[in-house]
């Protein structure tokens, strides 16, 4: 998300790659290992391997058998934190998840991306299963819509710009966004996955998007059921930022 001030945030080459390598560490039980490091981000061996030294040095890596996991300094930085989002949503996701019957995941921006956190998964024999700690694309997931809708000008062209080159379907995707952003309510129509539907709320603290309520399954059980779904969520998203900003 931008940065305060004129300014938008800005990659920057070295810190993508700590995030990614720490990504890569936790993706596994077993680890990752410098060569695929490397492969994964495209980098010499030499200039990966002291990033890699650097974090088991301070304790965000641990080296064992020459594989790399998630050292106990991140811990650490989990305990100091205040009480999680995710801890704040669960009861409400499940509820959610028993009324409709579907999958309930809760999303939260990181970068130009968003990542699912934590999921309540459908019990039903045909069903989305949500992929955890992953990075997903702004559009069109309706996570990733919800976070562009309330995003800033700039932030939300660049991005647009970048991943949406072709200018008659900019202008679609800025009204589709300025509807969003006027109804809170952002759909995805199997425009990730054929015969998937997402419906995501924001959890909003002012007008941030804090994270975002989706709800997902077969077509053929949402599209008949979109608003409903959607005016549920809403009521749950609202309950969730309220928590939040309570604990706050």
Same mark, same amino acid.
């Given at each position: 998300?931008?940065?305060?001030?004129?300014?938008?945030?800005?990659?920057?080459?070295?810190? *993508?790659?700590?995030?990614?390598?720490?990504?890569?560490?936790?993706?596994?039980? $077993?680890?990752? @290992?410098?060569?695929?490091?490397?492969?994964?981000?495209?980098?010499?061996?030499?200039?990966?391997?002291?990033?890699?030294?650097?974090?088991?040095?301070?304790? #965000?890596?641990?080296?064992?058998?020459?594989?790399?996991?998630?050292?106990? =300094?991140?811990?650490?930085?989990?305990?100091?934190?205040?009480? &999680?989002?995710?801890?704040?949503?669960?009861?409400?996701?499940?509820? /959610? $998840?028993?009324?409709?019957?579907?999958?309930?995941?809760?999303?939260?921006?990181?970068?130009? &991306?968003?990542? #699912?956190? !934590?999921?309540?998964? *459908?019990?039903?024999? %045909?069903?989305?299963?949500?992929? /955890?700690?992953?990075?997903?694309?702004?559009?069109?997931? *309706? &996570?990733?819509?919800?976070?562009?809708?309330? =995003?800033?000008?700039?932030?939300?062209?660049?991005?647009? &710009?970048?991943?949406?080159?072709?200018?008659?379907?900019?202008? @679609?995707?800025?009204?589709?966004?300025?509807?969003?952003?006027?109804?809170?309510?952002?759909?995805?129509?199997?425009?990730?996955?054929?015969?998937? #539907?997402? %419906?995501?709320?924001? +959890?909003?603290?002012? !007008? @941030?998007? /804090?994270?975002? /309520?989706?709800?997902?399954?077969?077509?053929?059980?949402?599209?008949?059921?979109?608003?409903?779904?959607?005016?549920?969520?809403?009521?749950?998203?609202?309950? +969730?930022?309220?928590? %939040?900003?309570?604990?706050?």
């Amino acid at each position: 998300m931008p940065t305060s001030g004129d300014g938008a945030a800005k990659e920057h080459r070295t810190v *993508s790659r700590v995030t990614t390598i720490l990504e890569l560490a936790a993706a596994g039980p $077993g680890g990752v @290992r410098l060569s695929e490091l490397a492969e994964q981000l495209g980098a010499p061996r030499s200039s990966i391997h002291g990033l890699v030294k650097g974090l088991v040095a301070t304790g #965000y890596l641990r080296e064992e058998d020459g594989a790399y996991t998630i050292g106990p =300094a991140v811990g650490t930085l989990l305990a100091a934190a205040t009480p &999680s989002i995710e801890q704040a949503a669960r009861p409400v996701m499940r509820r /959610l $998840g028993e009324r409709f019957g579907e999958t309930v995941m809760l999303a939260e921006p990181v970068g130009d &991306s968003v990542v #699912y956190t !934590e999921t309540v998964e *459908s019990t039903q024999m %045909i069903r989305y299963s949500a992929p /955890l700690r992953t990075r997903r694309p702004l559009y069109p997931t *309706s &996570s990733g819509k919800c976070v562009l809708a309330f =995003a800033r000008k700039r932030f939300r062209d660049n991005y647009l &710009s970048a991943h949406v080159p072709d200018g008659e379907q900019r202008n @679609r995707v800025e009204q589709e966004l300025t509807e969003i952003a006027e109804t809170g309510i952002a759909v995805n129509r199997g425009e990730t996955m054929p015969d998937v #539907y997402g %419906i995501g709320v924001p +959890v909003l603290v002012g !007008e @941030r998007v /804090l994270a975002v /309520l989706a709800t997902a399954g077969p077509s053929h059980r949402m599209a008949g059921r979109v608003d409903e779904i959607a005016a549920a969520a809403r009521l749950a998203a609202r309950e +969730v930022s309220e928590l %939040i900003t309570r604990r706050g």
